[in-house]
């Protein structure tokens, strides 16, 4: 966190850098215009319930603001040799030796995804990825929209 606080206050910015769960983000109800959640919201703590994320992030933004964020693909490195439970996979064989043992919700396709951010979020607009990066096959959603509730 010191140095995201460094470089940022460099720049002139005074950031509130904060430490929070996807499921509890610690901000107070619609405090964002823009929420950027890449590369994270699909980690899974102990209760396994991903909904309670996109209910989170829904709450922390205020009316009409944008959500942009970041899905692995099913078939994106990340979840090599993984272990898949009832739409979660157990990372197993992370390249990088970071994210071993722990737990992610996966998604089928972009059906799947609508699904579950439309209970939040309208009009889901999609991009997607497919990188060979440095010979990882880099596979991934990129999504984004207003809040609907």
């Known amino acids: 966190m010191e140095t995201v606080r460094r ?3 460099k720049y002139g910015f005074d950031p509130d850098i904060r430490v929070g769960l996807n499921n509890n983000l610690g901000f107070m109800n619609e405090t964002f215009d823009f929420v950027l959640s890449w590369n994270v919201c699909y980690y899974l ?12 992030y829904a709450r922390v933004m205020k009316k009409d603001a944008i959500l942009v964020f970041s899905i692995p693909c099913k ?11 009832s739409g ?6 992370d390249w990088f030796g970071i994210r071993n043992g722990s737990v992610q919700i996966i998604f089928q396709n972009e059906e799947d995804i609508m699904n579950t951010f439309g209970t939040h979020f309208k009009e889901i607009t999609f991009g997607k990825i497919n990188d060979d990066c ?16």
């Open 134 to 149: 440095f010979g990882l096959d880099y596979k991934w959603y990129i999504g984004g929209r207003e809040w609907l509730l």
């Open 7 to 9: 470089k940022t206050e």
């Open 45 to 56: 703590d102990d209760n396994m319930d991903f909904s309670s994320h996109v209910r989170e």
């Open 88 to 93: 979660f996979m157990e990372i197993k064989n």
């Open 75 to 85: 078939d994106c490195f990340v979840y090599k040799d993984g272990i898949e439970k």
